[in-house]
């Protein structure tokens, strides 16, 4: 990562002043930091279509939170940013690494015996969407509350990373799950928007650790904006006054936990 | 502050099993833990009336952000305190910081020789507000949006002190603004109780610069009860749902910085 | 919670002012935001036990973090605590509410036949640690890194319990767990404190979902402590200086994901 | 900002699948989201310039947070990600903002009568710098701890701006600081890249008051950067464990406030 001495600064082994400022972008700068190593052309071009397509998504709950934060502390932009980030956890940003992770697990159990054909892919999205049925659970990166009849960054991103010749297995599986769900599951479900990121990401090599890390920093940029705009059209103020006026404390109504014994 | 070898572990010189378990009360805990020593019992009350006053005022910024970063990260109950507490700067829980530390400020700049009567303290207190008003300043915890007619726990915790001897200079001079600002502003405000809570603070001889730090401790009491009725009454989906349904995203308009020349 | 008129406020259905500051001590008004009913006098005792317990253990991750981050911003008290709480995650903060939601989902599964009797009760911690065992999971609570030859927080705060009448089914389980997991496990491994407590607060009928909420308000009193120590004695410089003369970068060694075929 | 109906995304007024993935980059895509408008090309390779002089420096106080928090709460990247950006404040990222603050103020102050040359800026920085001097403040952006001798970067974002006809007055202003300040100060201090970079955003126009924004959307790469090197070659235990090691908590040793009288 960096390090500097008295006359000079390298970050990734570069010449930070010669070599990677005025000539390395922020996408592919976040890439090499994440991967340590320098993406191809394509790569950044994947990698920034996702993190566009994760930046913003108007007022949802991490966007409210920083510009509450905001209205009650505008002396510390970094807390604002770091309070809408907390949000990004398991039920909003978590889908794409949710997804990523999931496609991984099943591609890993293949033994690196992967489908060569749409055919194939079928077969094995068929017994991974049943399995999923079967223990009750769903498979993540499948639905969504709004766009019901089909995410638009889905077909979007699938077909950039066609473009660059970087549709690999996370895709491909990703893709056949969307094709056979509804033979199991007897309805179809969208593909949606964070879950394609997530495959999309797998499949550029990036740490499945870290696919949630990727969704935050588009989102950071997200955030910027949302305070670029409150401080020229605010609404935080009447956001509190109005979950204020529209909210009654409840209780005290005293909990009462689990009886144990009858 | 806390140590501990394979057989003991203590906490503030004291062996916490033995000594602190059992024995020591919370609040009195957290006051020894910032002065290291421990308060006497009226310290201790007067302490505990603060933080009571502190810990919860409804659906503030600080709540609605708690809840809602609950509702969108539920496997992280630190990310959601956390991201309440950012909200406790300047504008909403800053007040006590900053009338304890500008109480402070005045009475060092007395060098030592303080008032020893109400006349003398309104002496001080009308150079005070005369001097903060000709600099275009407002005192710090005075006035409040809501209880216009008096704060009800300003007296509370003034009584209090004076039942346990702690009506310290702060408290004084405090009181002292409160009888003398009319005659400079040519209006009665009351001193609020955010303000009185960092005049009592100060008077037990706490870090002037921790005091917002008391208030943080007060309002992490109070965010936990928030999510504690969060969890059996939610609102926070339908904040968010009423939040995203009546604002629109502006824009987008080109921001437009100064012009700095014609 | 709170809400306020122009000359009233009331905390819990409390008159804030009269009935509220001044009477009640913090522990006690933690409990009540928690559990929305004013705890004995003996469930105080114990809840404020179990807050000393772990309120501050010296320089752990959350401690330094919160130095470091004061040291960069010290402008932002609420950010460097919050920074602190943000590492109460699933490592070190999250002992406690593993343990207590561990301990409730057995006592849950016995369908209301609890023992009554020590030897009953080892028969029920029998069948879980064989379970646990058999799973391959660890059971929560049980082992401490320096602590091996027992945690004296344990039998303090089971003693504490006793006195108070609140030895509840949760502390009987772990107890019981302590005495026969050696005949599965084949070595004696101590009941640590984190876990003790988790139990002691599910007896309390606390919400087993806020268990780490309490471990997070105690862990903040231990935070104020931190950094009021740090104001006095401050260490964050050295620690950052050290790091940075210690470790080196590594890389830039491009990250390899996992081979998904041959 | 994102708005979405059920069969579209739209962000900043335009179609998200269609017109932003894979069209625009990410560093583009940021400058939009804050600005509301799109940068031109070389506005774009300024902003990337600068997220790359700050996105990294090595084991700094907000990278051993980030660090540390993931080892304590490895299930929460959003927090290990968010306590890190929690040390952006006053002393480490705020120099960005300070310093296009600071130049933006002076520019103002000249009510429009920009210097047409560079003897004239030089007039005006050392009017400035003289100011500075005998009010007792530092100027911000000026001095380095270790490039005492010169900052790389800050030569190089200067070529780099004029490259793209992008040098505007905050810059100039910048640069005659660096001219004038030894005949003032007596000793000759480097113009820092903090500085230079928030000089140069301000150049581009962006909102002042985000200046610290950017300078934290760039420190989250960097975040996640450091984050993708200790999940490969971890050093948070350590660094702990020699924390814990080296220090020893200090007293107890009663805090002692300001005597206030003799």
Known sequence: MGASSPTAITLLGQDLAEDVMGEVGFGELAFWLAAQRRPSRGETRVFEAVLAALADHGFTPTAIVTRLTYLSAPDSIQGALAAGLLGGGSRFLGV????????????????????????????????????????????????????KQGDPRTPA?????????LFGPHLSLFEAVGRVHPEVLGKELPLNGAGVCGAALADLGLPIELLRGFALLARTAGLVGQ??????????????????????SVGPTPYTPDPLSP
Request: glycine letters at 8%; zero cysteines.
């Open 96 to 147: 794409t690494e949710d997804t990523g992770r999931f496609l991984h697990g099943v591609l890993r159990s293949l033994g690196g015996d992967l489908p060569a054909d749409d055919a194939s892919w079928d077969e094995v999205a068929l017994r991974t969407v049943r399995a999923e049925r079967e223990a009750g659970r769903f498979v993540p990166g499948l639905g969504h509350h709004v766009h």
């Open 227 to 248: 305070l670029a705009e409150e401080l020229r059209e605010p609404v935080a103020n009447d956001v509190f006054l109005s979950v204020d006026l529209n909210n009654r």
């Open 157 to 165: 991103l699938m077909r950039i990373a066609r473009e660059e010749d």
